[in-house]
């Protein structure tokens, strides 16, 4: 109990950076959406950029990416589901998973990856949490537009 704890803390620590209130974004989005006019198309022959593709992944959105609660939330979620393997545990073995993935603008998780391991076991464990995750609230860019976002998290396995 007491190393789910001190993984907690941690993880509260790391992600505290992190936290954005996603109830103004919402409301901005939904305000923004009330307001769009109807523009005649773009004229045919011009090269334009206009906003950012599906396929984009954008590092540092306007808005990052949150767990619904925040870091609190996700932090809480951790603790709860995150078991301590056996032969980790029984050899030792701690330290701090980082992991990586896409939040995609549905607010769905993808592509997963271990970018700092630590064994076999504990980098299973973290991904097999980290894909129980059913939603994030997507990150925005400046014009409050969802956006597909990195989002790195660090997971930390302690022993007492």
Not at 34 to 47: F, H, I, L, N, S
Not at 53 to 64: F, G, H, R, V
Not at 73 to 82: A, H, K, P, R, Y
């Amino acid at each position: 109990m007491m190393r789910l704890l001190i993984v907690i803390l941690a993880l509260a620590v790391g992600l505290a950076s992190m936290d954005v209130d996603a109830k103004k974004r919402k409301t901005r989005s939904r305000k923004r959406a009330a307001r769009t006019k109807v523009v005649e198309p773009a004229p045919t022959g011009y090269d334009y950029v206009q906003g950012s593709t599906d396929s984009e992944i954008i590092d540092l959105p306007k808005y990052p990416p949150e767990y619904p609660g925040g870091t609190q939330g996700l932090v809480q979620f951790l603790g709860e589901n995150i078991k301590y393997p056996k032969s980790a545990e029984r050899n030792g073995v701690h330290g701090t998973v980082v992991l990586q993935f896409v939040v995609e603008k549905s607010g769905s998780i993808s592509n997963i990856t271990v970018l700092k391991s630590v064994s076999r076991e504990l980098d299973a464990e973290a991904v097999r949490v980290v894909s129980q995750i059913k939603r994030f609230v997507p990150g925005y860019d400046e014009d409050h537009a969802p956006v597909r976002t990195l989002f790195t998290l660090p997971v930390k396995f302690s022993l007492e």
